[in-house]
């Protein structure tokens, strides 16, 4: 596994110190923020880096709880993944869509 993370992901991770990250150990928060927030060369490091299974299981485990409803959403589809149910009741939720 490389550890190299790219530069352009320093801001996906301001709250952290971004040289201390490590790709092994904090694997899901590295997964978490490339997915809502990286480009596409992000996420081809990303692919490379953990491989289409590792980022596949971690959307259909913990992506309905961590990533925002669109780009979850979004990642079901291109995982070819069965979406989970959305986490509010429909009269709680801002737009109705």
């Not at 880096?49 to 913990?62: L, N």
Request: charged share 25%; glycine share 4%.
């Amino acid at each position: 596994m490389k550890h190299a993370m790219p530069p352009t992901l320093i801001p996906c991770f301001q709250e952290y110190n971004f040289e201390a990250l490590d790709p092994v150990q904090h694997a899901d928060l590295i997964i978490e923020r490339i997915l809502a927030y990286g480009n596409r060369s992000e996420v081809s490091w990303l692919w490379r880096t953990y491989g289409w299974e590792r980022v596949r299981a971690w959307v259909q485990h913990d992506g309905a709880r961590r990533l925002p409803w669109r780009r979850y959403t979004l990642w079901c589809v291109l995982l070819d993944l069965p979406r989970a149910p959305h986490p509010r009741p429909r009269e709680q939720r801002i737009w109705p869509y």
